[in-house]
């Protein structure tokens, strides 16, 4: 308790350490909050009027899960992102101009996104965050802003026979116009984290990532705010880490489960970002174990050769949602004790 | 019994009744009361081959694991408010009894008509749990893919003529399409009935190419949006078109959206699906014989069974409203 509270402290300072985060939606239910949650939801879709009750529960259940990250050890929580439907195109019911089509698996996984279908010009309806984002601030200081990344987002959408939109590229800047109009409004947050999983995950959804250097710098021009683009599900080449590592960002996240050799790539570049250390396993591969602390402690130990670590998280691969909330809570632990010796 | 043109069945569930309780893979007292309400409804509404309606069923994939007595885990996040349990592979796989040979049989002996025997499929068994025991994912899918065979074996063993392998995984590893196929094959590969494989929310485009060679006489595919989309819109639809799997297979088309919160869909949208589908995939009489009618996937996913009955009205009144005019 003692040092968590000597690491806040320092953090308040502005003394950078590697910090402990999370990766996407944590996961919903597995205690009796989220357990009533699931069902009033599920009465909800059979027709009663329960819709103070629900979001009064997504209130509670925010603060439960904020707290029972940062009890784990997680410096930089999210908001817990328990309302929405899935991680890929949710910030679009925030918007005009598109409405939600087919469902579709999340890459390799048993989770679904709903394809957008963009018939009109897409327009900011209100906030993206949502009212969730301020109950997490009510309960930590420090809750990064995350979002699905614009291109991820135009390549889990299709453009409708009256789309204003004719090309990848085109829907690609609309997003990112959504994102940038929404960033200018943010002041004093931590984090905003980008999660773009197609920039290197396999399949028809990550193809045409060339895009992506010009859509950030649009995106991102004159903003004065911490950004962190995060990928996961794939690996890298050599060309990709450079890109990745030239983006107008602070910190960029990559999956370290997926490829054990980013290492390798990362000794033998040079820049100044932070890293996302995305070494613990979300469980999304199908595999539940636990990974040691001292295996954790040696691979840390390893990247402080060639990355700044007083810059950089320590986090998850993707989202823990691939996981049952006792096990995501043992990862998150994981995470905060490693995060809390390597900074010793 | 002769099938008409585009014949219509179920996927496999339906949202359970109230008095369903406690029903995680055992059929008991009232699994059996739905199981039979339900084969009635399918008869009067006119379905030609029924499914059972899997009220017994916890989880298509869980009830398997438990089933070998494997550990299952606490509840897991599908979508929105969509969960299962996962189950852990923590040890060799071995069938203790057969699993879905008591409710197939009960269902069977309700009517004259053909039911569909139910399975879920290797590869979505496997990838639907945890995997703590095998090296490989090769050796931890044809581990499912004997078991699943075993239960294949019994059902023929008990009179079925339709044997359906759910396999809604089939795009999730897309570059294990061998892998797939491969385990499917060891399922079906001497089973002399009509086999299924019915497939769903996936990136379909990705495994397409890999359809015609599945080791089974009928692909089930869920459609509804992609035929909403349409051709012009579908990437699906356009390589449909080009290559159609009727080419190949017989097809069963999803035609009715299940998804939780979407309501039920009138005639002449399903009409329209159909129109769609043919166009897509029919331009032969031969087939056009090869087109089958479904929903996109179980109607549990509805989550209310007086909206799954009116589905199961809309469809078939629009399957006769396009028979009419063929």
Same mark, same amino acid.
């Given at each position: 308790?003692?040092?968590?509270?000597?690491?806040?402290?320092?953090?308040?300072?502005?003394?950078?350490?590697?910090?402990?985060?999370?990766?996407?939606?944590?996961?919903? +239910?597995?205690?009796?909050?989220?357990?009533?949650?699931?069902?009033? %939801?599920?009465?909800?879709?059979?027709?009663?009027?329960?819709?103070?009750?629900?979001?009064?529960?997504?209130?509670?259940?925010?603060?439960?899960?904020?707290?029972?990250?940062?009890?784990?050890?997680?410096?930089?929580?999210?908001?817990?992102?328990?309302?929405?439907?899935?991680?890929?195109?949710?910030?679009?019911?925030?918007?005009?101009?598109?409405?939600?089509?087919?469902?579709?698996?999340?890459?390799?996984?048993?989770?679904?996104?709903?394809?957008? +279908?963009?018939?009109?010009?897409?327009?900011?309806?209100?906030?993206?965050?949502?009212?969730?984002?301020?109950?997490?601030?009510?309960?930590?200081?420090?809750?990064?802003?995350?979002?699905?990344?614009?291109?991820?987002?135009?390549?889990?959408?299709?453009?409708?026979?009256?789309?204003?939109?004719? *090309?990848?590229?085109?829907?690609?800047?609309?997003?990112?116009?959504?994102?940038?109009?929404?960033? *200018?409004?943010?002041?004093?947050?931590?984090?905003?984290?980008?999660?773009?999983?197609?920039?290197?995950?396999?399949?028809?959804?990550?193809?045409?990532?060339?895009?992506?250097?010009?859509?950030?710098?649009?995106?991102?021009?004159?903003?004065?705010?911490?950004?962190?683009?995060?990928?996961?599900?794939?690996?890298?080449?050599?060309? %990709?880490?450079?890109?990745?590592?030239?983006?107008?960002?602070?910190? +960029?996240?990559?999956?370290?489960?997926?490829?054990?050799?980013?290492?390798?790539?990362?000794?033998?570049?040079?820049?100044?970002?932070?890293?996302?250390?995305?070494?613990?396993?979300?469980?999304?591969?199908?595999?539940?174990?636990?990974?040691?602390?001292?295996?954790?402690?040696?691979?840390?130990?390893?990247?402080?050769?060639?990355?700044?670590?007083?810059?950089?998280?320590?986090?998850?691969?993707?989202?823990?949602?691939?996981?049952?909330?006792?096990?995501?809570?043992?990862?998150?632990?994981?995470?905060?004790?490693?995060?809390?010796?390597?900074?010793? | 019994?002769?099938?008409?043109?585009?014949?219509?069945?179920?996927?496999?569930?339906?949202?359970?009744?109230?008095?369903?309780?406690?029903?995680?893979?055992?059929?008991?007292?009232?699994?059996?009361?739905? $199981?039979?309400?339900?084969?009635?409804?399918?008869?009067?509404?006119?379905?030609?081959?029924?499914?059972?309606?899997?009220?017994?069923?916890?989880?298509?994939?869980?009830?398997?694991? /438990?089933?070998?007595?494997?550990?299952?885990? @606490?509840?897991?996040?599908?979508?929105?408010? /969509?969960?299962?349990?996962?189950?852990?592979?923590?040890?060799?796989?071995?069938?203790?009894?057969?699993?879905?040979?008591?409710?197939?049989?009960?269902?069977?002996?309700?009517?004259?008509?053909?039911?569909?025997?139910?399975? #879920?499929?290797?590869?979505?068994?496997?990838?639907?749990?945890?995997?703590?025991?095998?090296?490989?994912?090769?050796?931890?899918?044809?581990?499912?893919?004997?078991?699943?065979?075993?239960?294949?074996?019994?059902?023929?063993?008990?009179?079925?003529?339709?044997?359906?392998?759910?396999?809604?995984?089939?795009?999730?590893?897309?570059?294990?399409?061998?892998?797939?196929?491969?385990?499917?094959?060891?399922?079906?590969?001497?089973?002399?009935?009509?086999?299924? $494989?019915?497939?769903?929310?996936?990136?379909?485009?990705?495994?397409?190419?890999?359809?015609?060679?599945?080791?089974?006489?009928?692909?089930?595919?869920?459609?509804?949006?992609?035929?909403?989309?349409?051709?012009?819109?579908?990437?699906?639809?356009?390589?449909?078109?080009?290559?159609?799997?009727?080419?190949?297979? @017989?097809?069963?088309?999803?035609?009715?959206?299940?998804?939780?919160?979407?309501?039920?869909?009138?005639?002449?949208?399903?009409?329209?699906?159909?129109?769609?589908?043919?166009?897509?995939?029919?331009? #032969? @009489?031969?087939?056009?014989?090869?087109?089958?009618? @479904?929903?996109?996937?179980?109607?549990? #996913? #509805?989550?209310?069974?007086?909206?799954?009955?009116?589905?199961?009205?809309?469809?078939?009144?629009?399957?006769?409203?396009?028979?009419?005019?063929?």
């Amino acid at each position: 308790m003692v040092l968590a509270l000597e690491r806040r402290a320092s953090s308040l300072r502005g003394r950078y350490k590697m910090k402990a985060t999370l990766v996407g939606p944590y996961p919903r +239910i597995g205690s009796e909050c989220g357990d009533k949650l699931r069902k009033e %939801l599920n009465r909800s879709y059979e027709g009663a009027d329960n819709a103070e009750l629900v979001q009064s529960l997504m209130k509670d259940l925010t603060r439960e899960v904020v707290k029972e990250m940062v009890s784990a050890g997680v410096d930089l929580p999210n908001c817990g992102l328990i309302s929405v439907h899935d991680e890929l195109t949710w910030p679009l019911e925030y918007a005009d101009g598109v409405e939600f089509g087919g469902m579709k698996k999340i890459f390799h996984t048993n989770t679904h996104f709903r394809e957008a +279908i963009v018939n009109d010009k897409i327009r900011r309806k209100e906030s993206l965050l949502g009212d969730l984002f301020g109950t997490a601030l009510e309960v930590h200081p420090t809750v990064k802003v995350e979002f699905p990344g614009p291109y991820t987002m135009a390549k889990h959408s299709v453009l409708g026979k009256d789309s204003p939109y004719r *090309s990848l590229e085109e829907l690609a800047e609309a997003y990112a116009k959504l994102f940038r109009e929404e960033l *200018s409004e943010l002041k004093g947050v931590s984090l905003v984290q980008f999660n773009e999983p197609s920039i290197i995950a396999l399949g028809t959804r990550s193809e045409n990532r060339s895009m992506v250097p010009e859509l950030y710098r649009k995106m991102l021009n004159g903003l004065n705010l911490p950004i962190a683009l995060w990928t996961f599900y794939g690996k890298y080449s050599r060309e %990709l880490v450079d890109m990745l590592l030239s983006l107008p960002v602070d910190v +960029i996240g990559f999956d370290f489960v997926w490829d054990p050799n980013i290492d390798d790539l990362l000794s033998k570049t040079s820049h100044g970002k932070g890293i996302g250390i995305g070494l613990i396993d979300s469980g999304d591969r199908g595999y539940v174990q636990f990974e040691a602390l001292d295996q954790i402690l040696d691979r840390l130990a390893k990247l402080k050769g060639y990355v700044d670590l007083d810059k950089s998280f320590l986090s998850s691969n993707a989202t823990l949602e691939h996981l049952p909330r006792d096990y995501a809570r043992r990862k998150a632990a994981l995470i905060g004790e490693a995060t809390r010796r390597i900074n010793q | 019994m002769t099938l008409p043109i585009l014949p219509t069945t179920g996927v496999g569930s339906f949202p359970k009744p109230g008095y369903v309780t406690g029903s995680r893979g055992r059929l008991d007292e009232s699994s059996r009361r739905a $199981t039979k309400e339900f084969i009635e409804r399918q008869e009067a509404l006119g379905f030609d081959v029924l499914v059972d309606g899997e009220f017994y069923r916890g989880d298509m994939a869980t009830d398997y694991y /438990r089933a070998l007595g494997c550990p299952i885990a @606490d509840w897991t996040r599908s979508y929105d408010n /969509r969960f299962w349990k996962k189950g852990v592979v923590d040890r060799p796989l071995r069938r203790v009894e057969p699993i879905q040979l008591e409710p197939f049989r009960y269902a069977k002996n309700l009517t004259e008509r053909p039911v569909k025997a139910m399975l #879920t499929g290797p590869t979505t068994l496997a990838n639907w749990g945890f995997n703590g025991h095998y090296k490989t994912r090769e050796d931890l899918v044809y581990a499912w893919a004997e078991i699943v065979r075993e239960e294949a074996r019994d059902l023929v063993s008990a009179g079925a003529r339709y044997i359906q392998v759910d396999e809604p995984a089939v795009a999730e590893r897309h570059w294990e399409t061998d892998l797939f196929r491969e385990a499917l094959r060891r399922v079906t590969d001497g089973l002399d009935v009509y086999t299924i $494989t019915h497939v769903c929310y996936g990136e379909f485009p990705l495994v397409y190419p890999n359809m015609p060679y599945l080791p089974v006489d009928q692909i089930d595919i869920e459609l509804s949006s992609e035929l909403d989309l349409g051709l012009e819109r579908s990437s699906l639809l356009q390589m449909m078109k080009k290559d159609p799997l009727t080419n190949y297979k @017989d097809v069963a088309v999803g035609v009715i959206d299940v998804r939780p919160g979407v309501g039920v869909e009138d005639v002449k949208t399903v009409t329209k699906r159909i129109r769609t589908a043919l166009e897509v995939l029919a331009s #032969t @009489d031969k087939a056009l014989r090869r087109i089958w009618i @479904d929903p996109d996937c179980g109607f549990r #996913t #509805t989550k209310n069974p007086d909206i799954a009955y009116k589905k199961m009205e809309v469809m078939m009144e629009a399957a006769k409203e396009v028979r009419a005019h063929l």
